[in-house]
């Protein structure tokens, strides 16, 4: 394996799959409010245990951040003002936004994954090549 994981950094990976888990569950029954808001929970405390406590504030208050910052706490907001549906898609796009530059790192973790990394690791390589030829 490229790199060691700290027994901090599985906690961390298992609250993020945790905070996925709780907020796909919170939609698909109707929005509910609380499992929405404990995904939230869930997912903010193991982007802390993962990244570190205070990377992960420099990252949420970093001025270049601003563009995925704001949608991400506006949507967390709406949820606890009982506009989940609204709040559900803004924070989406935040999260896409704010953690689009992990993208290289999420996946050469996922292509390491023993059995997973085989399926996943051929298509990403194709789109790779791909996106050298046409890009």
């Known amino acids: 394996m490229a790199y060691e994981i700290s027994e901090m950094k599985k906690v961390g990976i298992g609250l993020i799959g945790f905070g996925i888990f709780f907020t796909f ?3 698909m029954l109707f929005f509910d409010r609380g499992l929405l808001a404990l995904g939230n929970l869930f997912f903010l405390s193991g982007v802390g245990l993962l990244l570190g ?3 992960m504030f420099q990252l949420f208050t970093s001025t270049k ?3 995925g910052i704001i949608p991400f706490f506006l949507g ?3 949820i606890f003002v009982r506009w989940p549906v ?3 898609i803004i ?3 935040g999260s896409f936004v704010l953690f689009s530059g992990f993208g290289p790192s999420i996946k050469v973790f ?3 994954i023993p059995v997973l990394g085989w399926f ?3 298509p990403i390589q194709l789109i790779d090549k791909l996106g050298c030829m046409f890009g």
């Open 25 to 27: 569950l919170g939609i």
């Open 65 to 67: 951040n601003l563009k």
């Open 91 to 93: 924070e989406i796009y």
């Open 76 to 78: 967390l907001f709406l």
């Open 120 to 122: 996943i690791q051929y």
């Open 110 to 112: 996922l292509c390491q």
């Open 53 to 55: 406590w205070q990377y």
């Open 86 to 88: 609204l709040g559900i």
